[in-house]
């Protein structure tokens, strides 16, 4: 597996608190992703990077921000949990050459519950 | 905005049986890749597909790419056990540099 770690890998938080998910990779990727997957949708992007200081918007970024200050490094932050956040969370790094993006690794996910 | 569109959302099959997924994109493509998640486990990469009406095979999975690059499928023949898990397609786009996954199949084989 592609070296790439995301902690806590399980989380029960209380709706309104601050909720921050780390993503660490060790292969220089320039790419990296975070998804949450919920059953019936699939992996849905919530924002993604295409290098150090530089994101973009996923589909349901809504309620989410993410930062990125060191290439092996993405966190994603939760301003004020909600129970509509609750989901597996999945963070994916992947290459690029060109306008090409080669495929996504995914790290193990991390399960967070919004009471 | 772009959107992958895939059936069936469940599939259940008897071992030894055949088994098809299939992705529909709403946008021409300019890529599509194929997944794999075990129960419990994170999805893992499994082929891309870039070239219009491009097939590839990996032992008894045959992939297929569209002419249009707008669909694309996964087969797999004489289904195994192991082959137990849900199937995502993801589907790049001209215009960013995101994937677009489907909702993926779950596929669940009886011995």
């Known amino acids: 597996d592609a070296g790439i770690t995301q902690s806590p890998r399980h989380k029960v938080t209380e709706t309104g608190t601050p909720v921050t998910l780390r993503c660490h990779q060790t292969e220089n990727h320039r790419y990296m992703y975070w998804y949450r997957q919920d059953p019936g949708h699939g992996l849905r992007l919530i924002h993604y990077s295409y290098g150090v200081k530089d994101t973009d918007k996923g589909e349901v970024s809504d309620g989410y921000s993410v930062s990125r200050s060191k290439t092996e490094d993405f966190l994603l932050t939760l301003e004020s949990a909600t129970s509509s956040q609750t989901s597996v969370y999945f963070c994916?790094?992947?290459?690029?050459?060109?306008?090409?993006?080669?495929?996504?690794?995914f790290g193990p996910g991390t399960r967070l519950t919004v009471l | 905005g772009q959107q992958v569109m895939q059936i069936p959302q469940y599939q259940h099959v008897q071992e030894g049986e055949d088994f098809t997924t299939y992705c529909n994109s709403s946008t021409t493509l300019s890529n599509i890749q194929w997944y794999k998640q075990r129960p419990g486990g994170h999805p893992v990469f499994l082929i891309q597909l870039v070239k219009s009406g491009e097939v590839k095979k990996q032992k008894r999975l045959t992939f297929q790419f569209g002419e249009a690059k707008k669909n694309s499928s996964l087969h797999i023949t004489a289904t195994q056990t192991t082959d137990v898990g849900t199937y995502f397609c993801a589907g790049g786009s001209y215009n960013n540099n995101d994937m677009r996954f489907g909702a993926g199949t779950r596929l669940t084989v009886k011995p």
């Open positions: 994916a790094i992947s290459s690029t050459s060109g306008r090409a993006i080669h495929e996504q690794f």
